[in-house]
């Protein structure tokens, strides 16, 4: 066969490096079949050839191919394969040497067999396999599950789309809106219901507070619902404190249309005539006391009008100027014998009472009630005045007579029942320094008859523990004086028994009588239980205690020391007796855990500082090892002969005279 005539199967045989050129078409015999190459696992598999129709090829055009006509290949003997079987892409390198017969030059067709595709595919894989063991790359398994397509079948219906919500879901959620809307706005009513009358006083500003419909308000948010379910929400409601309020009671005036107090015109008449040229024109009046002039000539001795005073202290109340209100007052501080004169409980009402404070809260013999909370009680209230006329008090206690002194302190700490006392830093400082004042003024003789007249009332107005404590927390306990009248007072509020304030608290100190009290079905906790107000007891409890001595106790006796020590003991643990009586409240329940933290600290304090001596150590167990003492003399003794020896050479160059 000449070189240019090649079979077929020469375009599935490997590449050749050399390029052949390629030939003219020309007319040339029957291509001779070559040997096939077989898979060795299918070789008892028949070969499928195949032969196309051959086509010339030319250099300058090609012409249209014939139909191919496929025969059996007389070499293998197979059956005729009809059809055109498809042939890979083939590299460029082999196309020079690809022949295509030309069946139009030749008698017959050129009869070619065409190999099973497996065989190829698997003589191929046996080429690529030698390579990869050259170069040392193990070749990967091959998968026995060949892989298979699956055709998915196209609906011809159109994919709807799916909402979340459907018509009537959003019918519902429509209504669901409009119920919730109009219950908001029920409650919103009732709510407004609370401030219609303002002008009323403020204990039927409380009973209203108090008859306020709240079933009626939960009753409007779970309207339209089951009939047992608002019985349910309630029950549920009432185990937590949601509902909780917050008790408060309030010295000044909360209504926002009081009317303000009138000006005192300047008593022009009452003027004599020494100073009629400092006060009877307003610009000379405003220069002499900002300067300072009428505070000195009262202090060199000049007398002030008695009007005069009377409309300096008026004026002190209401004058936002803050160096003219504070030549008022310290112009009248120089006047003593006017103060000790004019000052009287009743004058003192009613400067607290130009100040804002209410007739209630002024009135030292009125009963305190508490109300519910209020929002903003003071709202954009200025307290400078009333700092300047408290401080004022303070500086003046000495002049002042001994009632005044009474009245003035009772008013103070029925002041500190307030909140707003508290929250403002220089109003609770004015407050307990002016305490602090009145106290030490009290002349020694009165010191007990101050201390009864200033319980009594206090102890008979407020019968909540929660306001009582705010009332002792006022006071500090700086000075001795101060001390005693608030351990005092914690001892009548805690033992609920006004005796306790005829006395010296070290003199009526009865560690028994406190283990006594805490038996009392006021420290029994239950489902009913405040335990706001619990909690203020056992603060009272710590502030009456104080160090647990009295002046009869003699801790020098052995018997009484251990007496003492295990009263102490028995104190601290029924404390937490009361404790652990509270259990483990969760979450909703803030005043159950503050109880418990506060009857931890106490009796904690309680055990560890009121002892006369430090608890013993636990004895060591058998399984503990002792520490072995050690023995220091050597040492000491060492360091001992060092120290002298250094002082006697210290002496030695001391006593040597310098070259």
Known sequence: MPPGNKSIRDFFKPSQPANLPVTSSQPSSKAAPSRPTTKPSIASKPAITSEPSSSTLSGSSTSDPSPPAS????????????GNVPFCSVSSNTSSDR?????????????????????????????????????????????????????????????????????????????????IEASSKRVKAMMASKDEDEDTDMSDHAAELAKFPHSALLGSVVAGREDLEAYKVTRAIMRTEATATEKR???????????????????????????KRELVDPK???????????????????????ELFLWMLDEACLETSDPLRTSYLGTMRESTEQIQRFLSPDLVRKVFQRLGGSSAGTEIAQKIVPVSKLSDPYSNRDWAK????????G??????????????MCTLLRMSVDQVVYENVDLLDSVQGTVSRLCKHTPEEDWKTFCQEVCKPLFECIEQPTLRLKIVDSISSITPRTHDLRRRLAMCFYFDNISYSKDHSHSKMD???????????????????????LTALILLLDIAVDDGRSMNLDLSDPVVEKKFDEDIEDFGATIKDIMRSIGNPGAAFIS????????????????????SKPKPKPKQTWFEKEKPVENLEPERRGMQSFLSRMKEIGSGSNTQNPK
């Open 511 to 533: 560690l028994d009588a406190f283990i006594r009290r805490l038996d009392d079905p006021d420290f029994h906790t239950n489902s009913q239980t405040d335990y706001r107000e």
């Open 386 to 393: 009333l700092l300047s006329i408290i401080n004022f008090f």
């Open 592 to 611: 159950r855990i503050e109880a418990k933290e506060v009857l931890e600290l106490v009796s904690q304090r309680v055990s560890d500082t009121l002892r």
């Open 249 to 275: 009671w309030y010295f000044f005036d909360t209504k926002s249309n009081t009317p303000k107090p009138q000006r005192t015109p300047f008593p022009t008449k009452a003027v004599p005539e020494n100073w």
């Open 99 to 179: 022949v295509i017969q030309n069946s139009d030059d030749e008698g017959e067709d050129s009869d070619s067999s065409l190999e099973d595709l497996s065989a190829l595919l698997a003589a191929k894989s046996s080429e690529v396999r030698a390579k990869q063991a050259m170069n040392g790359i193990t070749p990967s398994t091959p998968s026995k599950h060949p892989a298979s397509t699956v055709n998915f079948h196209i609906s011809p219906l159109p994919v709807l789309s799916r909402y979340k919500f459907d018509l009537k879901s959003l019918v519902s959620r429509a209504e669901d809106h409009e119920a």
């Open 284 to 306: 000379t009046r405003y220069q002499t006391f900002v300067s300072g002039f009428a505070e000195n000539l009262v202090s060199l001795g000049m007398k002030l009008p008695d």
């Open 395 to 408: 500086q003046v206690s000495r002049s002042l007579q001994q009632i005044s002194r009474t009245a003035i």
């Open 71 to 82: 025969k059996q290949s007389p070499s293998l003997g197979l059956p005729p394969q009809k």
